[in-house]
C-alpha cells in the first residue's frame, strides 16, 4: 500500500487526491516536480525525492513544469502528467505562436515589483494578466519598501482591481505577516530580475534556499540569480516556486486574464451607447467619458488595448500555426498513401 504522508508538504492534499483518484494506475505512483532538467527532472514521491526521466521539457504548454503532479513506474520514469488545475503561461521568448509555462498547479500568484525604484503601472497589468488568465489568485507585491522614498501603493491598487496589494520588506521583516497570511496551496513567484523574488522566497521559506544578488544601484536591475523554477515546502504549509526573473512578459491567448485585469474599463465599456464602440468619438461612450473625468487615465487605456491587441495578435498566429500542422498531417497521410499504392503495383 502506498503511503502518501511524504507528499503532503508538497501539496498532496484531500482535495488533490480527489482530483486523481480515479486517474492511478496499480503500477505507478504519483509524484510531484520540484524541478525540470531538460530530460530528467525531481521529483517528490510517496518515497520520498528522487530523479525521473521524462520525455518532454517545459518549452511548451503540453510540457512538462515546475509544480505538474505525474505518474512514475518503479523505474524512475514518468508515464503521463495528470491534468492541471491551473498553470501561469506566457508567450515564448522567440516571440513566436507558442506557450511556455511557468508554474502549474499553482493558487496563489505573487506579482513582485521592487518599491525602491521605477514602479512599472504596465508591467504590473502584463503580470496580472497571466496571474488572472492562470486560474490561480493574484496578490501584488511591493518589495524593499524599506528602501522606498515613497509607497505608491494606492496607484497600485488602482491597476489592480480584484487583487490585494501588500508592502513588504524581507530584510527588515515588514509586512511579511500580512503577506503570509495572504498564501494558499502553492504559492508563485514572478517579476523581473531585481525585484528581490529569491531574497522574498528566503523569508517565507525561514531558510537560505534560493541564491539572491545585489541589483545595479545605476538603473536598479538586478542578474538572473535564480535560472531554475523550483518548488519548495512552505513552514506553515502550503509550497512555493520561485521563477527566473521575467525580461519579457509576452501575452498567450489570455482573454479572461485581460478581462479581469482591466475589469473597470470592461465595466465601463459596457455602458456606453454603441455596443460596439470603439471608444475613440462615437457619441454616448462612457470610456472617454472616464477618461475626460479623470476616473481612467490614458495610459491604463492605452495598455489596454495594446495587451488586447497583442493577445488578437498571438490569437492569430495560433490558428495559422494549427491550421499549418493540420495541413502537414494530411500532407503526410496522403504521401503515406500514395507510396502504399505504388508498392502494391509494383507487387502486381
Known amino acids: 500500500m502506498v503511503d502518501y504522508d511524504l ?13 486523481y483518484a480515479a486517474l492511478l494506475e496499480a503500477d505507478c505512483v504519483p509524484a510531484r516536480v520540484i524541478r525540470m532538467d531538460r530530460g530528467e527532472c525531481d521529483v517528490a514521491t510517496p518515497s520520498g525525492p528522487g530523479r525521473a526521466t521524462c520525455p518532454r521539457s517545459d518549452s511548451e504548454v503540453s510540457g512538462l513544469c515546475t509544480g505538474d503532479w505525474v505518474l512514475i513506474d518503479a523505474a524512475m520514469n514518468v508515464r503521463r502528467m495528470l491534468p492541471r488545475r491551473s498553470a501561469i503561461v506566457r508567450s515564448t521568448a522567440s516571440r513566436d505562436s507558442r506557450g511556455q509555462v511557468l508554474a502549474a498547479n499553482v493558487d496563489t500568484v505573487l ?12 508591467r504590473i497589468e502584463r503580470m496580472l494578466t ?5 486560474d490561480a489568485q493574484p496578490v501584488v507585491v511591493l518589495t524593499k519598501a524599506d528602501a522606498a522614498e515613497h509607497l505608491r501603493l ?18 527588515a521583516e515588514y509586512g511579511l505577516d500580512v503577506l503570509t497570511a495572504l498564501l494558499d496551496g ?16 528566503n523569508a517565507l521559506l525561514g531558510a537560505e534556499v534560493f541564491a539572491t544578488n545585489d541589483v545595479r544601484a545605476v538603473d536598479k536591475k538586478g542578474k538572473h540569480t535564480t535560472v531554475h523554477r523550483e518548488l519548495r515546502p512552505l513552514p506553515g504549509g502550503g509550497t512555493l516556486i520561485d521563477t527566473p526573473g521575467l525580461r519579457g512578459v509576452g501575452i498567450w491567448d489570455a482573454t479572461d486574464g485581460i478581462e479581469r485585469t482591466f475589469s473597470d474599463i470592461e465595466s465601463l465599456a459596457a455602458d456606453c451607447r454603441f455596443s460596439d464602440c470603439a471608444h475613440d468619438a462615437e457619441p454616448g461612450c462612457a470610456v472617454r467619458a472616464a477618461i475626460d473625468n479623470g476616473e481612467l487615465t490614458d495610459r491604463r487605456f492605452d495598455n489596454y488595448r495594446k495587451l488586447a491587441r497583442e493577445n488578437e495578435w498571438m490569437a492569430a498566429r495560433t490558428d495559422k500555426r494549427l491550421r499549418a500542422e493540420r495541413e502537414k498531417v494530411w500532407r503526410d497521410i496522403t504521401k503515406q498513401h500514395r507510396r502504399m499504392f505504388r508498392e502494391k503495383n509494383q507487387r502486381r
Not at 507528499?7 to 482530483?19: A, M, N, Q
Open 7 to 19: 507528499l503532503v508538504p508538497y501539496g498532496w492534499t484531500e482535495r488533490v487526491r480527489l482530483e
Open 111 to 122: 506579482v513582485c515589483t521592487a518599491a525602491d525604484g521605477d514602479v512599472d503601472l504596465g
Open 130 to 134: 497571466l496571474a488572472w488568465e492562470s
Open 154 to 171: 494606492d496607484e497600485v491598487r488602482a491597476v489592480a482591481p480584484g487583487a490585494t496589494v501588500v508592502a513588504v520588506s524581507a530584510t
Open 186 to 201: 502553492t504559492v508563485a513567484l514572478i517579476g523581473p530580475s531585481g525585484a528581490g523574488k529569491s531574497t522574498l522566497a
